[in-house]
């Protein structure tokens, strides 16, 4: 892909003025993360078939992610001088979400993988990377629907910050909620179809799970295989970065190799995250059992 064909990438300016530079700055990101890319089904770059589609203009996600962060600081300034919400009044809502979060996630790891039979995707990009249609593409509606989805993730954040739940608010939960939906924002605008489908299918797998714990912990404490959920994560991450690995190594540019790189150094950050967190949470004896281990030792 020469720079003179990446120069036809400008973004049709049907903004307004105020956001003119939100066009410019989407231009800007795709040349850069599509130098090299060479799909099997080739699409002017100038009408790639999903940047019309709603919520996709970089304003939106720029926007979003704002208002979520903003929500965050000035959420936990506010409730420092406000009780927390009683459960009596989030458990409806609390209900009503995880069972919506249980169905959609299942669907999108269901139709993820219904759609990689139906296009004969491999499971691995090896030797060569699955065929990526950017004309017309088979993962793109599914792609757009994940994308969409981490919007109604940021409702765990408003639960936390409304029930005074701090200790859930750390850094890898913020960052986490606010990175992902950003990424995908990239990935619905340029990586649209092809190997994307293994990220939607182990992704929306373990938000299933996860949903269905959070859906259990509304009604009992004893849940057995809480520790069992990290370690499921941290095996979907090891999943990613395997198909991160290959795709880099194969050589080739059907999905954007840049984007891959991308992908692999993001997924390296989730990993290193949640192994804390796992280290934190369940290999470190508490500090009152440790001085009464001390005391029984005296």
């Not at 599914?142 to 969409?148: G, P």
Request: aromatic letters at 16%; proline letters at 5%.
């Amino acid at each position: 892909m020469s720079v003179e064909t990446l120069t036809s990438l400008n973004v049709t300016n049907t903004s307004p003025v105020a956001w003119a530079w939100c066009d410019e700055l989407t231009t800007q990101i795709l040349e850069f993360s599509l130098k090299g890319w060479e799909p099997n089904v080739v699409a002017p770059l100038d009408a790639l078939p999903t940047k019309d589609w709603p919520m996709v203009q970089l304003q939106d996600a720029l926007m979003i992610t704002g208002a979520y962060l903003l929500f965050v600081a000035l959420g936990g300034l506010v409730m420092q001088f406000l009780p927390p919400v009683p459960d009596k009044y989030m458990y409806p809502l609390k209900f009503v979400y995880n069972v919506v979060q249980i169905f959609l996630c299942a669907y999108m790891s269901v139709e993820a993988g219904i759609l990689a039979y139906r296009n004969n995707y491999s499971l691995l990009p090896w030797p060569t990377c699955n065929y990526f249609n950017a004309a017309s593409p088979a993962v793109g509606n599914l792609m757009w629907m994940f994308y969409i989805s981490k919007i109604l993730d940021f409702f765990d954040t408003i639960t936390i910050v409304l029930q005074k739940k701090w200790k859930q608010l750390s850094f890898l939960h913020v960052y986490h909620h606010s990175s992902v939906f950003m990424f995908y924002w990239l990935n619905v605008r340029a990586a649209y179809d092809g190997d994307i489908f293994l990220t939607i299918l182990l992704n929306g797998s373990i938000h299933t799970v996860m949903y269905t714990y959070y859906f259990l912990a509304m009604h009992t404490k004893d849940i057995w295989w809480k520790r069992y959920l990290t370690m499921m994560q941290m095996v979907q991450f090891s999943c990613m970065l395997l198909q991160a690995v290959l795709m880099m190594a194969n050589g080739d540019a059907s999905f954007p190799p840049r984007l891959t790189v991308g992908y692999f150094a993001y997924i390296c950050t989730m990993f290193g995250l949640f192994l804390n967190f796992y280290l934190q949470s369940y290999t470190k004896k508490p500090k009152e059992a440790v001085e009464g281990d001390k005391a029984k030792k005296i």
